[in-house]
């Protein structure tokens, strides 16, 4: 995503050549026209003061300059500005993480102006650092690569060294690999039907289309039960990121309206990282995105809904269904055929800050994803074996006691099918 590629030039407001870094791809521009934000937290223990940060910042730009670009008419272009990405610094007695969650998720961060700004909470011997950025040019893999990069060059520049670091590119937009993909299968996959009632969360009353207010709800899983969790997954044939779709969908269904018994749960596979068991080490593809899986029966047990969504994954990388929920992603966004999926998760398994850091260290990383949606999303990462899960979700949509009641069902199933 964030790779400087096909670079050419176009003439700023004041005449002024300016990098066109490229074009932007049909499901970036989606995500764009949607305003689709990231919120992401990383923790960094050492001292690490705001004039060092703001070096390791500029460090981190010249790495990656295209952060440092705007949208306009579809394209990537060079940012005219030179306006300073960290826009607040705190003291951690006068603001929470909690608070910053809050105020990012339901902020506006317009791409015309600039894709990402940074935030830092501050205490005597630790930073939190939040990005908010437009998902168009960062998922989970790509966040993960920002926030590694910055907390070591952070670390050189609190030991008076230059940063000096091998090639690293971002992702890039994968609409071109993706058409490779179906042209090797050579087969349409089969259309997609739903039909009959679904599980949905309900709603506590009619919308006007007025403005929203994004909240949060932080799940917490420890390092003991999520290991249980994925000797349980390994046993049934099954995966983690199954296992956690089957546990939101029962849990869901308990407090759907109704109580249909069938659902359909949306997915986002990351194919750059191993699901277990893995897919394929040939796809390296980013995210793929709003795959739906019908659950038809949510009276079986939850480790055979699992493997059903297990199984569909990966019966979807071998028909090209998966490919095609990609391609047809622009068109589908938003339509009436993905209202009813309650919770989308994106589980990038182990979460590894793969850049050598001597004096600061990484203690921890998390991300939010927050749309205009009826069904929340919930947003996975795993570090150092604890599993957080921030599900966001917008309060005139879903109600507070309504997603603590489907948190607190999620949690107990997934401890329940360790003992199984």
């Not at 670009?69 to 993480?97: K, N, T």
């Not at 000797?231 to 029962?250: E, I, P, R």
């Not at 018994?261 to 080490?281: A, C, F, G, K, T």
Request: glycine letters at 6%.
């Amino acid at each position: 995503m964030l790779n400087d590629l096909n670079e050419e030039t176009s003439q700023g407001p004041l005449g002024r050549e300016r990098r066109v870094y490229r074009e932007a791809s049909p499901t970036e521009l989606i995500y764009i026209a949607a305003r689709m934000i990231v919120v992401s937290r990383s923790s960094l223990s050492g001292m690490v003061g705001r004039a060092q940060f703001e070096a390791a910042v500029a460090h981190l730009e010249a790495r990656y300059g295209i952060l440092r670009s705007v949208v306009e008419d579809g394209q990537f272009v060079e940012r005219s500005d030179d306006r300073s990405a960290v826009e607040s610094w705190l003291p951690a007695d006068g603001c929470s993480a909690e608070a910053m969650y809050a105020q990012l998720l339901n902020a506006d961060l317009d791409t015309g102006k600039t894709l990402y700004a940074i935030h830092v909470i501050a205490a005597d011997d630790a930073i939190d650092v939040f990005m908010l950025t437009s998902h168009a040019i960062t998922d989970a893999t790509s966040l993960i690569e920002l926030h590694s990069c910055l907390a070591h060059m952070c670390d050189c520049v609190v030991r008076g060294e230059a940063p000096a670091l091998r090639a690293q590119p971002f992702p890039t937009p994968v609409d071109d690999a993706v058409s490779r993909s179906l042209a090797a299968l050579g087969t349409d996959a089969p259309s997609s039907s739903y039909c009959g009632g679904f599980a949905e969360i309900p709603m506590p009353g009619p919308h006007d289309s007025g403005p929203v207010t994004h909240r949060l709800e932080r799940v917490l899983i420890g390092a003991e039960t999520l290991h249980r969790i994925k000797q349980a997954s390994h046993a049934t044939g099954s995966s983690v990121h199954a296992l956690l779709l089957a546990a939101l969908a029962l849990a869901i269904r308990d407090v759907a309206e109704g109580h249909p018994r069938q659902i359909l749960m949306r997915s986002s596979v990351d194919m750059r990282r191993r699901l277990e068991p893995h897919v394929s080490p040939e796809l390296v593809f980013t995210a793929i995105t709003g795959h739906i899986t019908p659950v038809p029966d949510l009276d079986r047990p939850m480790v055979e809904i699992a493997r059903l969504i297990f199984d569909d994954i990966h019966q979807g990388l071998a028909n090209g269904s998966i490919f095609h929920d990609y391609i047809n992603y622009p068109r589908a966004f938003g339509s009436a055929q993905q209202s009813p999926v309650a919770i989308n998760v994106s589980d990038i398994q182990t979460v590894q800050f793969h850049w050598p850091v001597e004096r600061l260290a990484v203690t921890g990383f998390e991300y939010a994803l927050g749309w205009m949606k009826k069904f929340p999303n919930a947003s996975v990462s795993v570090y150092d074996g604890q599993l957080i899960a921030n599900i966001v979700y917008v309060e005139e949509f879903a109600s507070p006691a309504t997603i603590r009641a489907i948190s607190g069902g999620f949690v107990r199933r997934l401890a329940s099918v360790c003992g199984q």
